[in-house]
T-cell receptor
């Protein structure tokens, strides 16, 4: 089973709202990722958690706040977003930086976010 | 220089033909290479990974890796209209960490 789940599928929010995106995997993976993807562009890495510790933070604005409550769950808290933050937000997981096939990242279906 | 480069296309092939997608990378120490397929509005789906020089076949798909020339390619035989999608090349660089570098993707259209 290589399933990563994400909720919600779609989210519309105003610029003053606070919302959260959720991601879950039960593959025993120890690395989890948040990506942002705009139309016709590749995924853009935002955050990496490795063994529940934030290991990569790609200079993302503070209005995005990641949280990894345990090895299976990853949240992305959103506050005071801008219309340009509208995008597909993807969660992925992998076994970790172990080399070869174990580095394969499996993506969830994504959350389509619209900021009004 | 970008870490990973792909021709953005669009690439059009007739149904039943071979589609050839190419990717070059800059980090000579890169170890693992991945091809993802992404349909419009959907998330990337793993097609294949490869980490040894040579060819790797899986059904209609063949990945080819040439580390000396720093390129990786994906061949799709007997192309079907359902193969129409964007194909993303992802590279795990040789330095420590688990951050992928993605190419910009190649848009493939298979014409019935």
């Amino acid at each position: 089973d290589t399933e990563v789940t994400q909720t919600p599928k779609h989210l519309v929010m105003g610029m003053t709202n606070k919302k959260s995106l959720k991601c879950e995997q039960h593959m025993g993976h120890r690395a989890m990722y948040w990506y942002k993807q705009k139309a016709k562009k590749p995924p853009e890495l935002m955050f990496v958690y490795s063994y529940e510790k934030l290991s990569i933070n790609e200079s993302v604005p503070s209005r995005f706040s990641p949280e990894c409550p345990n090895s299976s769950l990853l949240n992305l808290h959103l506050h005071a977003l801008q219309p340009e933050d509208s995008a597909l937000y993807l969660c992925a997981s992998s076994q970790g930086a172990l080399g070869g096939a174990r580095d394969t990242q499996y993506f969830g279906p994504g959350t389509r976010l619209t900021v009004l | 220089q970008k870490e990973v480069e792909q021709n953005s296309g669009p690439l059009s092939v007739p149904e039943g033909a071979i589609a050839s997608l190419n990717c070059t990378y800059s980090d000579r120490g890169s170890q693992s290479f991945f091809w993802y397929r992404q349909y419009s509005g959907k998330s990337p789906e793993l097609i294949m990974f490869i980490y040894s020089n040579g060819d790797k076949e899986d059904g209609r798909f063949t990945a080819q890796l040439n580390k000396a020339s720093q390129y990786v390619s994906l061949l799709i035989r007997d192309s079907q209209p359902s193969d129409s999608a964007t194909y993303l090349c992802a590279v795990l660089p040789g330095r420590t960490g688990n951050q992928f570098y993605f190419g910009t993707g190649t848009s493939l259209t298979v014409i019935p």
